[in-house]
């Protein structure tokens, strides 16, 4: 799994160096703002919902970041959407999806991760589920949702680790 070996690794830098992958797309909600990125490809939007994504145009070989479902945690009902965005991207692109970490509801983080993890984001090789419901940690976030500095760079050093075939040095 990504995470505890990366996680650990990540954990013991602290010098915020990370970046999303240059050539990505990243489409999120408002914890997108908080990353730290060197493409003009991020769409993060404050509250955004699963129903309100805009895949952007990507070409085969691109890869795409999709960091949303934190605004839609309490309402099973429209997870529905996440097959519609899924849907939406085309097979050769690389398709990262970002699972949400709230602290106030881990259940319900984990049910929807298991929601995600249900649709193939893999069919041409590359993409997967970056667990952040697990990396995540309350102490790493503002208000148990939205990461502060160390969050950031923790979570943009995952996101870098996991997408990137080339990744930055973890330090």
């Known amino acids: 799994m990504i995470g505890l070996t990366i996680a650990l690794a990540i954990m013991a830098n602290a010098a915020p ?5 240059v050539d990505s797309f990243y489409v999120g909600d408002s914890v997108g703002t908080y990353l730290l990125h060197s493409t003009d490809h991020v769409d993060s939007v404050r509250g955004r919902r699963l129903e309100e994504a805009v895949i952007p145009a990507v ?5 795409l970041i999709v960091e949303l479902g934190t605004n839609n945690l309490l309402e099973p009902d429209s997870w529905h959407h996440v097959e519609h965005i899924v849907e939406q991207v085309p097979v050769d692109v690389c398709l990262w999806w970002v ?4 602290a106030y509801y ?9 929601h995600v993890e249900q649709f193939d984001l893999t069919p041409n090789g590359c993409g997967g589920v970056i667990p952040w419901h697990l990396l995540g940690r309350a102490d790493l976030t503002t208000d ?3 990461p ?8 943009s050093a995952v996101i870098d680790q996991s997408t990137n075939p080339n990744p930055q040095p973890l330090g």
């Open 144 to 146: 148990l949702v939205h």
């Open 99 to 102: 699972t949400p970490y709230h």
């Open 148 to 155: 502060n500095a160390a969050g950031a760079f923790y979570l």
């Open 59 to 63: 070409q085969p070989g691109d890869t």
């Open 17 to 21: 160096t990370h970046i999303l992958p």
């Open 106 to 114: 881990p259940a319900e983080t984990a049910a929807f991760a298991a």
